[in-house]
C-alpha cells in the first residue's frame, strides 16, 4: 500500500484545514490508519488514528475536540478535518498504517507505509 497525504496549507489561527490520505496498491481494509506530526525542531507525535473497516477512533489530548477523522472506503482515503487551528499546530503532517493493538496506537514505531507529508502552517 502507497499513501499519498494531501491538503496542506498556510491558514490563519482559528481556520480549518481538511487533509487527505489517498492509498493506492492495496485496500486499507484491515488497517488502522493514523495521522502524525512533526514540528520544527520536534519528534513526531500522535495526532490521530482511525479503524478503516469499523470506524474506531482515537485522538491525541491536543487535539481532542478540534480534529476529526474519517474515511471514504469507496475512496480507500481517511481524512483528518482540522478546526481551531493554533500556532501550536504548525507541523509536516503524515499518514501511516498498522495493525497494531488500540494500547499501541499512539507509537510510530509500529507504522509502516508512511506517507510524504503534507505541511499545515498556523500563523497567528
Known amino acids: 500500500v502507497q499513501l499519498q497525504a494531501s491538503g496542506g496549507g498556510l491558514v490563519q489561527a482559528g481556520g480549518s484545514l481538511r487533509l487527505s490520505c489517498a492509498a493506492s496498491?492495496?485496500?486499507?481494509?484491515?488497517?488502522?490508519l493514523g495521522w502524525f506530526r512533526q514540528a520544527p525542531g520536534k519528534e513526531r507525535e500522535f495526532v490521530s488514528a482511525?479503524?478503516?473497516?469499523?470506524?474506531?477512533?482515537r485522538y491525541a489530548d491536543s487535539v481532542k475536540g478540534r480534529f476529526a477523522i474519517s474515511k471514504d472506503t469507496a475512496r480507500n482515503t481517511v481524512f483528518l478535518q482540522m478546526n481551531s487551528l493554533k500556532p501550536e499546530d504548525t507541523a509536516v503532517y503524515y499518514c501511516a498504517t498498522t495493525r497494531i493493538v488500540w494500547s499501541e496506537i499512539e507509537k510510530d514505531k509500529h507504522y509502516y507505509n508512511w506517507g510524504q507529508g503534507t505541511l499545515v502552517t498556523v500563523s497567528s
Open positions: 482511525i479503524q478503516f473497516s469499523g470506524g474506531s477512533t
Open positions: 496498491g492495496g485496500t486499507l481494509s484491515g488497517y488502522r
